[in-house]
């Protein structure tokens, strides 16, 4: 499975911005993670294969939505009211199981991350 993360960029706080994660192929439970500069890679949202289990960090519930369309193969992450402390580098990863997981080293697959600024 090959994953496409797009849609980040350049916003200010308080903004909203959508990325898509498009899989070449059947991408079970799948993830989103981040990494900013000088920081580990963290858990931000996860999904399983129906879109009926998610989870998600602490620091983006009730801000962040991830939900997915399996007949367009792309799983989405909607952050809405960003914050400077969301800005990195947001990579999706999917499982060859169907359950969720925070887990880093639970992902098989990996995508090539797109890069989100959120300016103050």
């Known amino acids: 499975v090959q994953l496409q993360a797009s849609g980040g960029g350049l916003v200010q706080v308080g903004d909203s911005l959508r990325l898509s994660c498009a899989a070449s192929g059947r991408a079970y439970a799948v993830g989103w993670f981040r990494q900013a500069p000088g920081k580990d890679r963290e858990f931000v949202a996860a999904?399983?294969?129906?879109?009926?289990?998610?989870t998600y960090a602490d620091s983006v519930k009730g801000r962040f939505t991830i939900s997915r369309d399996n007949n367009k193969n792309t799983v989405y992450l909607r952050m809405n009211s960003l914050k400077t402390e969301d800005t990195g580098v947001y990579y999706c990863a999917a499982r060859r199981v169907t359950s969720i997981t925070s887990s880093i080293s639970r992902y098989n697959y990996w995508g090539q991350g797109t890069q989100v600024t959120v300016s103050s």
């Open positions: 999904i399983n294969w129906t879109g009926h289990s998610t």
